[in-house]
T-cell receptor, first 118, second 112 residues
């Protein structure tokens, strides 16, 4: 149980274009989804937290107009990187948790999406 | 400000021996701690967790110890197996919040 998928697993896009990454919880209802970014050999940096049906809460320093997050259903959240630049190239990982779980603070992670902006 | 620190970027252990991964934290509000394992190009996988009301939690080969006075936790893996080679992250949360703060990770290599 507690499977989270991400699509695509990798994407290459040109500078100035937008890219959408999907995160799905396959076997549970994710009341909360999180988006992380990981630079090489560094920790996971939380970008934003989204609760189903409400606006995402962004961490300090993360541009909400650049990284658009939508959590329209209990099984799907999307991250759209708008007007991508080479510095946005990174490994993006989503995670999901459910308030219906006894241990709701445990997050289940997707496999990640490698974004390369050329 | 790095609230969760894993000061050893890498650790090499002989197969069959004990692996000990360490993690320190600075925020006294943290009351729940988790360990995740991560393979390259994959998302982290939950391993084991511990609440601040406990000082030890065991699950098979994995044991997590928490020393609140020292703000230190450790993950023990015994016996270590080649499949344990991965990057291990410790993470912490505060006050029932779902937001996790991660350490930098420790790359564990198990040598046959």
């Amino acid at each position: 149980g507690a499977v989270v998928s991400q699509h695509p697993s990798w994407v290459i896009c040109k500078s100035g274009t937008s890219v959408k990454i999907e995160c799905r919880s396959l076997d549970f209802q994710a009341t909360t989804m999180f988006w992380y970014r990981q630079f090489p050999k560094q920790s996971l940096m939380l970008m934003a937290t989204s609760n189903e049906g409400s606006k995402a809460t962004y961490e300090q320093g993360v541009e909400k107009d650049k990284f658009l997050i939508n959590h329209a259903s209990l099984t799907l959240s999307t991250l759209t990187v708008t007007s991508a630049h080479p510095e946005d190239s990174s490994f993006y990982i989503c995670s999901a948790s459910s308030s219906q779980q006894a241990r709701y603070y445990e997050q289940y992670f997707g496999p990640g999406t490698r974004l390369t902006v050329t | 400000d790095q609230q969760v620190k894993q000061n050893s970027p890498s650790l090499s252990v002989q197969e069959g021996r004990i692996s000990i991964l360490n993690c320190d934290y600075t925020n006294s509000m943290f009351d729940y701690f988790l360990w995740y394992k991560k393979y390259p190009a994959e998302g982290p996988t939950f391993l084991i967790s511990i609440s601040s009301i406990k000082d030890k939690n065991e699950d098979g080969r994995f044991t997590v110890f928490l020393n609140k006075s020292a703000k230190h936790l450790s993950l023990h893996i015994v016996p270590s197996q080649p499949g344990d080679s991965a990057v291990y992250f410790c993470a912490a949360s505060a006050g029932g919040a779902q937001k996790l703060v991660f350490g930098q990770g420790t790359r564990l290599t198990i040598n046959p």
